[in-house]
């Protein structure tokens, strides 16, 4: 008996030992606590990156004096972040210096889009100073404070002048160059467009007076191209 409770004795000892041993690999108090976190890009896109289907101008038969009347074109935010925009108008004619083409635009920022003949309205208002001789200045103060114009609606116009015309023509150092005039506007306020924004813009084009025989049977070319960039500070257009 004797030998059995000393066998006994030390087997419990044994185990003890072995559960003792173990205890310094658990933790009965326990805590954790970790953080995750994620970030979506932003878009930007203009009009989905797709060529606007809307023709900027249509027109044939056109004499010295006449002025051809363009079509609305929309630019439309279809990203979800702000951007601003760089317009690049270029005209080229196929037979003759393009300087004599006079090229008048005017641009809607507006945040509902408005049906066509809301938009023809507000362009005759602008063309009521405008074709009476009065400067693309003072047809927009016109507009403005038109009763055509909705609030909210901002709008901007501009020209080529013949000067500028020329002195583009001037700088050009082949045939073809004299050909093409480049008019670039756009990057500032008006041009930057909120995701919920757009811009309505229109251009006429004129035939100046001066323009001779040499433009008899001319083609004339327009082609406005639409850039957009991010607004901070630094970002650049795409080359």
Known sequence: MKKVQKALLATSLAGALAVSAGYGTYSWFTSSTKANGNIENGTLSVNNGEDISTKLFSASKIAPSQVVKGDVVT???????????KMTYTSTV????????KIY???????IQPDKDEIED?????????FNGNHNEQSMQALK???????GVKVVTGEVTA???QAMSTLA??????????FKFGNDEFFTLQEDEYIGIVFDVKLDQKAGNEYQGAKYDGTLTVQ???????AKYKE
């Open 75 to 85: 630019i439309d935010n279809t990203g979800n972040m702000a951007e601003t925009l």
């Open 94 to 101: 196929d037979k003759a210096p393009a300087s004599p083409y």
């Open 105 to 111: 635009y005017l641009a809607f920022k507006y945040k």
């Open 122 to 130: 507000w362009r005759m208002e602008w063309e009521k100073g405008f």
């Open 145 to 151: 404070k038109s009763k055509a114009l909705p609030k």
């Open 163 to 165: 000067e500028e015309a």
């Open 173 to 182: 150092k082949t045939a073809k160059a004299n050909n093409t005039k480049t």
């Open 228 to 234: 957009a960039k991010q607004t901070d500070t630094g």
